[in-house]
């Protein structure tokens, strides 16, 4: 793809097209890059797409801002050429290793506008999930939810690549015996600490030892132990089945563990320093 660096004129960027990676901007983030701007940094250039009639603006609505808020008519741009259609694709790529961390609302723009893009059709989940930067158990459950409510087409075709071969494969009946078996299964979670706690969850998955990986009403893929689970209709922990029993009740640190392993990227550090000296624990990363 051929690629510009340009300045160009703020009012010839069009930011209509739905080309906005995020669900809304940050008015902070952007007074503290006015703020740089007038201690003379530099904004990187914004990222937009040329149809050979309108720059889509792409990558960049903070910096975009932040020039409209300093009263500077101009803007540094890569420019790229493509559709609107391209500009949208690319705009559910970006933000993902910004010093602004996308939030969960962010990443649901990505998912659905991912997903209703005309470019998934021939895409599997694996792909559009390393496209967005999310988990590919979330593009699977967003899919299924967005096929259930008629949002996107049921499709049962994949583009799949493996040893530098691309074929269509036909996807019907992939996981269909496991969703079977849990797609009536449903628990509250009962642990105040978790988040979600209260809410509805559906199993997905049973991992090893008592680990269930759950979907939240809001389609977020969560795990959460069995001890931590009670029927939809009261707080009782659920009947534990032959396959699933708990051996033991884990102890207090163990617990700890599973809970830190479970944080986000960026709190992970500070998190393991506090367990380790807390618990003296040496490897939790290697917890289950």
Same mark, same amino acid.
């Given at each position: 793809?051929?690629?510009?660096?340009?300045?160009?004129?703020?009012?010839?960027?069009?930011?209509?097209?739905?080309?906005?990676?995020?669900?809304?901007?940050?008015?902070?983030?952007?007074?503290?890059?006015?703020?740089?701007?007038?201690?003379?940094?530099?904004?990187?250039?914004?990222?937009?797409?040329?149809?050979?009639?309108?720059?889509?603006?792409?990558?960049?609505?903070?910096?975009?801002?932040?020039?409209?808020?300093?009263?500077?008519?101009?803007?540094?741009?890569?420019?790229?050429?493509?559709?609107?259609?391209?500009?949208?694709?690319?705009?559910?790529?970006?933000?993902?290793?910004?010093?602004?961390?996308?939030?969960?609302?962010?990443?649901?723009?990505?998912?659905?506008?991912?997903?209703?893009?005309?470019?998934?059709?021939?895409?599997?989940? %694996?792909?559009?999930? /390393?496209? &967005?930067?999310? #988990?590919?158990?979330?593009?699977?459950?967003? !899919?299924?939810?967005? @096929?259930?409510?008629?949002?996107?087409?049921?499709?049962?075709?994949?583009?799949?690549?493996?040893?530098?071969?691309?074929?269509?494969?036909?996807?019907?009946?992939?996981?269909?015996?496991?969703?079977?078996?849990?797609?009536?299964?449903?628990?509250?979670?009962?642990?105040?600490?978790?988040?979600?706690?209260?809410?509805?969850?559906?199993?997905?998955?049973?991992?090893?030892?008592?680990?269930?990986?759950?979907?939240?009403?809001?389609?977020?893929?969560?795990?959460?132990?069995?001890?931590?689970?009670?029927?939809?209709?009261?707080?009782?922990?659920?009947?534990?089945?032959?396959?699933?029993?708990?051996?033991?009740?884990?102890?207090?640190?163990?617990?700890?563990?599973?809970?830190? %392993?479970?944080?986000? /990227?960026? &709190?992970?550090? #500070?998190?393991?320093?506090?367990?380790?000296? !807390?618990?003296?624990? @040496?490897?939790?990363?290697?917890?289950?």
């Amino acid at each position: 793809m051929e690629v510009h660096l340009v300045e160009i004129d703020r009012k010839l960027l069009r930011r209509d097209g739905g080309t906005q990676p995020r669900e809304k901007l940050d008015p902070e983030h952007i007074e503290d890059l006015v703020r740089d701007w007038k201690k003379g940094a530099r904004f990187e250039p914004a990222l937009v797409y040329y149809d050979g009639e309108s720059y889509w603006l792409t990558d960049g609505y903070h910096r975009d801002a932040a020039l409209l808020e300093l009263g500077e008519s101009k803007i540094l741009v890569e420019i790229c050429s493509g559709t609107l259609e391209d500009a949208k694709w690319h705009s559910y790529s970006v933000n993902q290793h910004k010093a602004l961390k996308r939030s969960n609302a962010d990443k649901q723009r990505a998912i659905i506008g991912a997903l209703k893009h005309p470019y998934a059709v021939s895409k599997s989940n %694996v792909q559009i999930a /390393e496209h &967005c930067g999310v #988990d590919e158990g979330t593009i699977r459950a967003w !899919r299924k939810k967005l @096929e259930d409510n008629g949002e996107i087409e049921l499709c049962h075709a994949r583009m799949v690549t493996r040893n530098g071969k691309t074929y269509s494969q036909n996807t019907t009946n992939i996981g269909s015996s496991r969703h079977n078996q849990h797609q009536q299964q449903k628990f509250k979670v009962n642990c105040p600490e978790l988040p979600y706690h209260g809410e509805i969850v559906e199993v997905l998955e049973v991992k090893t030892g008592d680990c269930y990986q759950c979907r939240t009403a809001s389609g977020d893929i969560y795990p959460f132990f069995k001890s931590e689970l009670g029927d939809v209709n009261s707080s009782a922990t659920p009947t534990p089945t032959p396959s699933l029993t708990i051996a033991k009740q884990p102890s207090a640190r163990e617990k700890l563990v599973a809970l830190v %392993v479970r944080l986000p /990227e960026e &709190c992970l550090e #500070d998190a393991i320093a506090l367990l380790k000296e !807390r618990f003296d624990v @040496e490897t939790v990363g290697n917890q289950p």
